[in-house]
């Protein structure tokens, strides 16, 4: 069972199941919205993630047809993003979770729009964009 919540604490969840792959977006729109290199985040199971406050606070913003962002309208927090095209799975910010996570990143994606300040420095294998095939089981 992992938990989280937003910087506020206004919103809070609990999500109890696999967490995919932690992947770290360097495109345009991750790097503006968390005003940030890249975003950190992992596919989860819609149907095994709960609100416990909050709910009704969350906002999503639609950054491209059929993509969602969700964050805290008080504080600003990222939580999540999700796609209509993958009703079952939200892209949760692991930066929200309180608990170790127990695993590291896995892949740097969309890197060819990446930020010319900041240099990848691990090994960590490297993608122009996404792969599809990160889903938790």
Known sequence: MYTGQCLCGDIQFEYDGPLGPVALCHCSQCRRAHG????????VQTVRFRYVAGQ??????????G???AFCPRCGSQLYSRVDAIPGILRLRVGVINEP???KA?????????SDWFDITDNL??????ERTNDPH
Not at 56 to 65: A, G, H, I, W, Y
């Open 36 to 43: 940030s290199a890249f975003s950190a985040s992992a596919p």
């Open 56 to 65: 009704d606070l969350v906002r999503e913003f639609e950054s491209r047809p």
């Open 67 to 69: 993509k969602y962002r």
């Open 101 to 103: 996570l127990g695993k």
């Open 106 to 114: 896995a892949q740097h994606v969309y890197v060819g729009s990446k």
């Open 125 to 130: 294998p490297q993608f122009e964009k996404t």
